[in-house]
């Protein structure tokens, strides 16, 4: 449970400096409180434990503007004991509620469609918040089961050693490491899909070494995703989806859990099929991004501080390409990983697929 002694505010702002809109930000913090419970855990200040648990959140207030108005929130989540882990979320972590009420702007005439706009938030003491509230008796009663954190034995400077950087690396953000062959299957079933989307299920495990909190993910196979509802940019996962995935794990009996998905961004080949860009030989373009929907599919069904997304972007002008996305401060954003079993020599710009 998360308490915050603070109500918030989201202010749209024009360039100009005009307010357009002061609305009350009602703040999901699930994500952010299992961002920070999850990197209190590699750091070894609380146990590997994933469990809601009691939180508060504080307002960090804005260098430049002062209070009201603040950069960021201060998370701090507790243990069983007196352990307790904290971290900084930027303002940015509610910058889909900002993304909603402009729509409502647009919807009203008051904003243009595409027009750019600022957003503050501020936060002013919450007086209801302070009161305690009773509680009416239930006649049954609920208790969180702790979920320990399915941890395997592993050496992590062996796998760096072994591993070839891809992509851009930000210092906290836990270690992942994907097979080469991994990779070169999901690339071909993304091709063998032509415009359409498809998709799979990342599995592996997630390792601890000895003398070290530090945690890393170690993606072991991908499962095709079968029995999906597909289109040029959907993706639609069925429960006979899951049910063949959970088998197909138990058939391997490798101990191994839901690392993340992956799914296929191919809808430009048939977009840039008349592309004058195309044809000079000027295009760039590339898919390699995360949709509003795909992160809500994210959301939903890859909560955990360790989840990841695996896009992959095929298209006739910039070719084949990778981007990884997973949680960072409760948000789902863009980060590097390593590539195992890689041949050292080849690019890591360019996947190249098995024979």
């Given at each position: 449970?998360?308490?915050?002694?603070?109500?918030?505010?989201?202010e749209l702002i024009t360039d100009g400096g005009q307010i357009l809109e002061r609305v009350v930000a009602d703040i999901d913090w699930d994500s952010a409180i299992e961002s920070t419970r999850f990197t209190g855990i590699r750091r070894g200040k609380l146990p590997p434990v994933m469990t809601t648990g009691r939180s508060i959140v504080q307002p960090v207030w804005h260098p430049k503007y002062k209070p009201p108005y603040l950069s960021g929130f201060r998370m701090t989540v507790f243990g069983d004991d007196s352990d307790e882990a904290s971290a900084e979320i930027p303002s940015s972590y509610i910058e889909e509620l900002a993304r909603r009420a402009s729509a409502r702007l647009v919807e009203r005439g008051v904003l243009k469609a595409d027009s750019w706009f600022h957003y503050l938030v501020s936060a002013v003491p919450d007086a209801t918040a302070l009161e305690?509230?009773?509680?009416?008796?239930?006649?049954?009663?609920?208790?969180?089961?702790?979920?320990?954190?399915p941890l395997h034995a592993g050496c992590l400077r062996d796998l760096l050693g072994n591993g070839v950087r891809f992509g851009a690396m930000t210092a906290?953000?836990?270690?992942?490491?994907?097979?080469?062959?991994?990779?070169?299957?999901?690339?071909?079933?993304?091709?063998?899909?032509?415009?359409?989307?498809?998709?799979?299920?990342?599995?592996?495990?997630?390792?601890?070494?000895?003398?070290?909190?530090?945690?890393?993910?170690?993606?072991t196979a991908q499962i095709p995703a079968k029995h999906t509802r597909a289109g040029l940019t959907q993706l639609t996962f069925t429960a006979d989806t899951w049910a063949a995935v959970q088998e197909a794990i138990t058939l391997r009996g490798q101990d191994e859990i839901h690392l993340g998905w992956?799914?296929?961004?191919?809808?430009?080949?048939?977009?840039?099929?008349?592309?004058?860009?195309?044809?000079?030989?000027?295009?760039?373009?590339?898919?390699?991004?995360?949709?509003?929907?795909?992160?809500?599919?994210?959301?939903?069904?890859?909560?955990?501080?360790?989840?990841?997304?695996?896009?992959?972007?095929?298209?006739?002008?910039?070719?084949?390409?990778?981007?990884?996305?997973?949680?960072?401060?409760?948000?789902?954003?863009?980060r590097g990983f390593h590539i195992t079993e890689a041949l050292r020599f080849a690019s890591t710009s360019v996947p190249a697929l098995s024979a």
């Open positions: 449970m998360s308490h915050s002694a603070y109500r918030y505010t989201l305690a509230k009773p509680v009416e008796a239930l006649p049954f009663s609920v208790e969180e089961v702790p979920q320990p954190l906290g953000d836990m270690p992942v490491f994907i097979p080469q062959g991994v990779l070169n299957e999901a690339s071909e079933l993304t091709r063998q899909a032509g415009a359409n989307e498809t998709g799979g299920i990342l599995i592996g495990h997630l390792l601890r070494g000895p003398g070290s909190p530090e945690i890393f993910a170690e993606i992956w799914h296929s961004h191919s809808y430009l080949k048939e977009l840039c099929r008349d592309c004058e860009k195309r044809t000079d030989g000027t295009c760039t373009a590339n898919a390699s991004f995360m949709s509003v929907e795909d992160v809500a599919l994210h959301r939903t069904c890859f909560p955990r501080a360790f989840s990841l997304a695996l896009v992959i972007s095929d298209s006739p002008c910039s070719g084949l390409g990778w981007e990884l996305f997973g949680w960072r401060y409760g948000m789902v954003v863009p």
